[in-house]
């Protein structure tokens, strides 16, 4: 096993970014590929799922194999999300599938997990599954689905959880100026999720925010992930890849601090009045410091 995850494709999860969501159909689907229309987006998303509809598959096989055959050295990450473990294993088979970087695997689940693990197993892509379903809401099961994944740690540079998935289950609804933080059993259930991947030294990503013109509501949006310890997100608008960007920098006080705790000599000392340990502290430094080298700082004005 070790053998082969040496030889897969490895990808750190700051480098994604905002993913963007194209779905299959779009008019610059290539040009968006290749850097050319959006030359600061860092990660994108060929959608075959929400935005196709069962009577489009067959122009979904034809367009991905017409766009895959024309494809050279895709610039942003590439990720395709597939409707269903039959369709992934369709995509798998067209050639120059090898050219993306992975996949984006949806309503993931007890029920299909090890199906579509099968199919990308000693493969050389990564992959992130969306879990959306009941493993949500029941912690038992949450656990078995990590336990299935740790194996897969390797090649999974982010879990997701499927925020309007969840919000539609409980019957809810979040309107723009609300984090899914704000309501009280979205929340629970974020949070539950969060702890249980985190824990196990996976990365989880933000969830959709719907209001693409709302760009004071999206940064307040991004930034309380970043509180709750998540990062990456699905955009669903070109307006918000710099928007994304500029949020994902690293303060220059925090990446100061960072860099003290990471070259500290001593195991505990003050810091701008705080208390800092390095062994407790330290991988959250790593991981601001990496955030900056791709990203930048942001000065106080």
Known sequence: ??????????????????????????KDLLKIAHGTKYPNLKSMLVDTE??????????????????????HAPKPYLFIRPRNVAFLEELLRLEGIEKIDGFILPKFSLLNAEEYLELLRGRDFVFMP????????????????????LSYKEQI????????????QLGMRRTCDESV???????????????????????????????????????????????????????????????TNELYKVNEKSFDEA????????????QNGKMAEVSTMSPHAKELIKRAQVYGLSFPE
């Open 259 to 270: 860099l003290e705790l990471c070259f500290a000599t001593k195991a505990a000392f003050a």
């Open 1 to 26: 096993m070790l053998a082969i995850l040496s030889l897969m494709k490895k990808m750190d999860y700051t480098e994604l970014g905002g993913t963007l969501f194209v779905p299959f159909w779009h």
């Open 157 to 168: 540079p982010l879990v997701r959880f499927g925020l309007e998935d969840m919000l539609r």
């Open 181 to 243: 933080f704000d309501l009280s059993a979205p929340a629970s259930v974020a949070g539950n999720f969060i702890a249980a991947f985190k824990s196990a030294g996976f990365t989880v990503s933000g969830g959709v925010y719907p209001c693409f013109r709302d760009e004071d509501g999206f940064a307040k949006d991004v930034k309380r992930d970043l509180k709750e310890g998540l990062f990456s997100k699905t955009i669903i608008h070109p307006s918000q890849i710099e928007l």
């Open 50 to 71: 929400d935005g196709v509809n069962a009577a489009e598959f067959l122009e979904a096989h034809l367009r991905l194999e017409s766009f895959l055959q024309e494809l």
């Open 130 to 149: 969306s879990i959306e379903g009941e493993e949500l809401f029941e912690q038992n099961k949450l656990l078995e689905l990590r336990t299935i994944l």
